[in-house]
């Protein structure tokens, strides 16, 4: 018979490697054996293979195939591998053309009767081969249009082996014809206008450290009653922010891809993503890991979004401080004993916790069953060093009668507008640095240089840290949702009562009924 090759991609978290994939057909027992680091889902193609070409009228000779995944030094996880293995032993049984198959990458799993089946991380995937010259990729139907939002590339959908035989057939000039993807379905019940701020009732205090948190891209901690609202505030936070960056969805994308295959309503969404994961969510589920294949975590899944924690002291104490990282730096590494995976994790972090476990410790709190040492456990919980990280910190009252007469407040448009125009500021005045936001900007930039601000403006904040009130970090914090507090209200600088506005919404008061 002969000899031959495609290509792959082998992911390692959201980085990819490209894979040449070939096959020896040769003289001997019938006997199919892959090579290459497999794990025990792509060891188990060969079974699915046979029966795929098989069914689909392209049966493989009776001899002996030998497939082998290089680099062989790389692991090579899943059932991405199937559609690549069959093309390469297709080939070598010189029944698809080697000219033409060579230079394509394959992605897609092979399904006993010959269809080619979604798979995992197909957008990371071609991302990679994009990024090492590759042109040409074939991908099963589902993953067409995730595959389609990276530039450069022709996506050729397949949905069975037997149409990818007659592509083969009729490719000309060494490369496989253009045939139209489906078109994309919009689903408009995802757009930001479903969840408005007008819908909160009063608050205002809350509703500003929300238009701070999105103007800067500060953390945000909200303490209140059952039914204050701090829930319906968490979720109108993404309706407020700025719609994602090409170069940003992608990111965003990439990282649900490794989930399951991209949704097409949300491929051509852009709309920054909300995760709220529930309280008994493990530390791996939260940060990322897992038993087998490493998979991202919330916070890698709500990068560029909010990750939103809902009685956040109910959270183990091991999770939420494994927070701490991430939050500074961006990113989130998980480690094994062969291998580290790093995942994008630049979100917005907004906690909302009742004043007890019961929740009726706001007021007087006469009706409130907690004892004293159940209430500072409950609290203890979040942890001083987390805590620390979180630039705004509000308490929300209970809502009473006079706020229900009041009229509603602004909409998300209007909010939104004046989150942009602030934005807009920032990125001019961080031109040239590694960030674009106040709540990004390091804090040695802001105390030294051009942007230290007099004596008299930072006097209260100095005093502060003197006492040891707050913390180097916690002033660092200070200052720039001190700026961003400036730019919203459009000055060019803060002045003492920016610093002042800024310093109060750090320290939480007590809940008031």
């Known amino acids: 018979m002969g000899f031959?090759?495609?290509?792959?991609?082998?992911?390692t978290g959201l980085d990819g490697a490209l894979v040449q994939v070939e096959a020896d057909i040769a003289q001997g027992l019938p006997h199919f054996a892959v090579s290459g680091l497999p794990d025990t889902a792509c060891l188990q193609s060969t079974d699915r293979v046979k029966a795929g070409t098989s069914n689909s009228g392209l049966p493989l000779p009776q001899r002996r195939i030998t497939v082998n995944l290089s680099p062989a030094s790389i692991p090579k996880a899943g059932t991405a591998f199937d559609l690549a293995i069959a093309v390469a032993a297709l080939v070598g049984a010189q029944v698809l053309p080697a000219e033409v198959a060579e230079d394509v990458v394959h992605l897609g799993e092979v399904g006993l009767d010959g269809t080619i089946r979604p798979v995992r991380g197909v957008l990371?995937?071609?991302?990679?081969?994009?990024?090492?010259?590759?042109?040409d990729v074939v991908v099963p139907l589902a993953n067409a249009r995730e595959?389609?939002?990276?530039?450069?590339?022709?996506?050729?959908?397949?949905?069975?082996?037997?149409?990818?035989?007659?592509?083969?057939?009729?490719?000309?000039?060494?490369?496989?014809?253009?045939v139209p993807l489906p078109a994309a379905e919009r689903d408009t019940a995802s757009d930001r206008g479903a969840k408005d701020l007008a819908d909160v009732v009063g608050q205002p205090e809350a509703r500003l450290a929300v238009e701070l948190a999105a103007a800067g891209g500060h953390h945000l901690f909200l303490m209140g009653p059952p039914g204050a609202g701090?829930?319906?505030?968490?979720?109108?936070?993404?309706?407020?922010?700025?719609?994602?960056?090409?170069?940003?969805?992608?990111?965003?994308?990439?990282?649900?891809?490794?989930?399951?295959?991209?949704?097409?309503?949300?491929?051509?969404?852009?709309?920054?993503?909300?995760?709220?994961?529930?309280?008994?969510?493990?530390?791996?589920a939260i940060v990322g890991g897992g038993s087998g294949a490493i998979r991202p975590g919330a916070v890698s899944q709500a990068?560029?979004?909010?990750?939103?924690?809902?009685?956040?002291?109910?959270?183990?104490?091991?999770?939420?401080?494994?927070?701490?990282?991430?939050?500074?730096?961006?990113?989130?590494?998980?480690?094994?004993?062969?291998?580290?995976?790093?995942?994008?994790?630049?979100?917005?972090?907004?906690?909302?916790?009742?004043?007890?476990?019961?929740?009726?410790?706001?007021?007087?709190?006469?009706?409130?069953?907690?004892?004293?040492?159940?209430?500072?456990?409950?609290?203890?919980?979040?942890?001083?060093?987390?805590?620390?990280?979180?630039?705004?910190?509000?308490?929300?009252?209970?809502?009473?009668?006079?706020?229900?007469?009041?009229?509603?407040?602004?909409?998300?448009?209007?909010?939104?507008?004046r989150v942009a125009e602030a934005r807009e500021v920032q990125a001019a005045r961080w031109s040239g640095q590694p960030w674009t936001l106040n709540g990004h900007a390091s804090g040695s930039t802001l105390r030294r240089g051009t942007f230290r601000l007099a004596r008299g403006v930072t006097a209260d904040l100095d005093r502060a840290l003197d006492r040891g009130q707050i913390t180097l970090r916690g002033y660092d914090r200070i200052l720039r949702l001190?700026?961003?507090?400036?730019?919203?209200?459009?000055?060019?600088?803060p002045d003492r009562d920016d610093l002042g506005l800024a310093l109060t919404l750090r320290n939480r008061g007590p809940v008031a009924a």
């Open 230 to 284: 701090k829930t319906m505030l968490a979720e109108r936070l993404v309706s407020v922010l700025p719609r994602l960056e090409p170069q940003q969805s992608l990111e965003v994308l990439a990282v649900r891809s490794l989930l399951g295959p991209v949704p097409d309503a949300l491929a051509a969404e852009a709309t920054p993503p909300f995760v709220a994961p529930h309280h008994s969510a493990s530390t791996a």
């Open 303 to 417: 990068h560029h979004g909010v990750l939103f924690l809902d009685e956040a002291p109910e959270f183990k104490v091991t999770t939420l401080q494994a927070l701490r990282q991430p939050l500074e730096s961006g990113e989130v590494w998980v480690s094994r004993a062969r291998s580290s995976v790093r995942f994008p994790a630049r979100f917005q972090l907004v906690m909302a916790a009742n004043p007890c476990p019961c929740g009726l410790g706001f007021g007087k709190g006469a009706e409130c069953s907690c004892r004293p040492q159940a209430k500072r456990a409950y609290m203890t919980k979040l942890g001083g060093p987390l805590l620390d990280r979180v630039d705004l910190q509000v308490a929300m009252p209970a809502i009473n009668l006079a706020a229900l007469g009041e009229s509603s407040g602004e909409s998300s448009d209007v909010v939104a507008a």
């Open 147 to 178: 595959a389609a939002l990276v530039p450069g590339v022709r996506v050729h959908a397949v949905p069975d082996l037997a149409t990818l035989h007659h592509r083969y057939a009729q490719a000309k000039a060494g490369r496989l014809p253009e």
């Open 4 to 11: 031959g090759r495609t290509r792959s991609v082998a992911l």
């Open 124 to 135: 990371p995937s071609v991302l990679a081969a994009a990024a090492q010259g590759v042109r």
């Open 482 to 493: 001190g700026w961003t507090v400036a730019d919203l209200a459009g000055h060019d600088s």
